[in-house]
């Protein structure tokens, strides 16, 4: 089965502007949100810019509440890790430059190739790239199209398991460097 952060690596890969951006298809989030992602890449406001679909109140049955918290955990988790405030850590809205995009790719390596839904990829690379990120928020509507493919559990222990590696990337080696 083809997966969500192979398509945003080859829909990059095949983009010809100098501003990427990320839309999910399921039409939960409204595409004329993507003019103020734009803006705010051009006007310098941040460098990698991160949809949160948790500031706005959300479009009844919009996300699930074991969704809504696991989201809430891991947002938390990743201010933490990564020492910039991230609110929602699988927005499938998203806006980088492309030059930016080009170092997060050529790092990849870094972290591996584990990330189906590519949004932790873009979020570590950033990080590691010491890109400035930004929370843009945007309002979440119940799914228009297709059906949900993330399964609480068996995503829910994957999104653990990045939140490891990143832990033992950022914080860990950073403590063990001062340790020295």
């Known amino acids: 089965m083809p997966r969500k952060g ?4 080859k829909g990059f890969d095949a983009a010809t502007g100098d501003v990427l951006m990320i839309l999910d298809a399921d039409l939960t989030v409204p595409p004329e949100d993507l003019p103020r992602f734009y803006q705010a ?37 990743f201010t933490w890790l990564l020492g910039q405030r991230i609110r929602d850590t699988l927005c499938g809205t998203k806006a980088l430059e492309r030059d930016a995009y080009a170092k997060i790719a050529a790092g990849r390596a870094y ?31 119940r799914r228009r199209a297709g059906v949900t493919k993330v399964r609480v559990v068996r ?12 832990f033992r990337k950022f914080k860990l080696a950073r403590w063990t460097r001062a340790w020295r």
Do not use: C, W
Not at 124 to 130: M, P, S, Y
């Open 6 to 9: 192979d398509a945003v690596r």
């Open 41 to 77: 890449i051009a006007t310098g406001k941040g460098e990698f810019i991160n949809g949160t679909r948790l500031v706005y109140p959300m479009e009844e049955r919009a996300m699930k509440f074991v969704n809504y918290l696991g989201n809430k955990f891991f947002s938390g988790l």
């Open 111 to 141: 972290f591996g190739e584990f990330d189906p839904f590519g949004d932790f990829d873009l979020l570590f690379g950033a990080a590691r790239q010491g890109l400035r990120i930004v929370d843009m928020p945007v309002r979440y509507r």
């Open 155 to 166: 995503h829910g222990v994957l999104l653990i398991a990045m939140s490891l590696i990143a």
